[in-house]
């Protein structure tokens, strides 16, 4: 994806893929090298859990029962949305500009740092849109059959509930064309630290 690079914040770059592809694998290893990471998924089940205006809106939309005791259950919540696609996407349009205002917030903490760029991690981040906003894209791939075994392994689940996760999300080669580098993540920890410190190596090069 050819973006215009905004030279007067510092760089953003954003790491995605398909559940299990090696997205947060790959992100700490970026840590290792002194990047900051912002892991987008992480980050909305903590504003759902602690932002009084998302909360509020989440309760009017869904019902008060989604919190108990003024804790959320995801179970109850996700039961509301699966298999009611304009729900999610109420939910969507909710969390996703949270998410994107906390991290344009945390993106500006990040500016003391002087790190030559930052990263933010989702597993829905063309989905969603944010894509867009960022200067480069990182694709992290791995065939889906390694996919399905490595998640079932991570999350003890089967692999009928890895492939209901898979079909919300767009397919590989959609998100491959839009990067701008591919991570391809199907063989062992040192070939994927191979491909991160490579792509490493080209966005210092391109800050300079
Ligand atoms: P999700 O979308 O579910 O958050 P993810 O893309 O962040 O997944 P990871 O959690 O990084 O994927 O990786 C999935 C599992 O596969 C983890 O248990 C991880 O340790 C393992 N894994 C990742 N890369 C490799 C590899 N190259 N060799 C062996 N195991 C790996």
Redesign the pocket.
Known sequence: MKRKIIHHQVLKVGIT??????????CKMFEQLGIPVYYA?ERAKFLMQHEHYLIDEIKKNFGEDVYENGKLNRKILADKVFNNKPLLMILNSLVHPAVFHDNERWAEEQRVKLVPYILKEA?LLIESGSSKKLDKLIV?T?PLDLRMK??S??DQVSTEEVMARVRNQISEAKKIRLADFVIR?N???A??QKQVEKIHQSLLESVR
Do not use: F, M, P, Q
């Open positions: 893929g398909g559940i299990g592809s090696g997205k947060t694998t790959a998924d597993a992290v791995a490595r998640v392994e991570r993540n063989k062992d920890t070939y994927l």
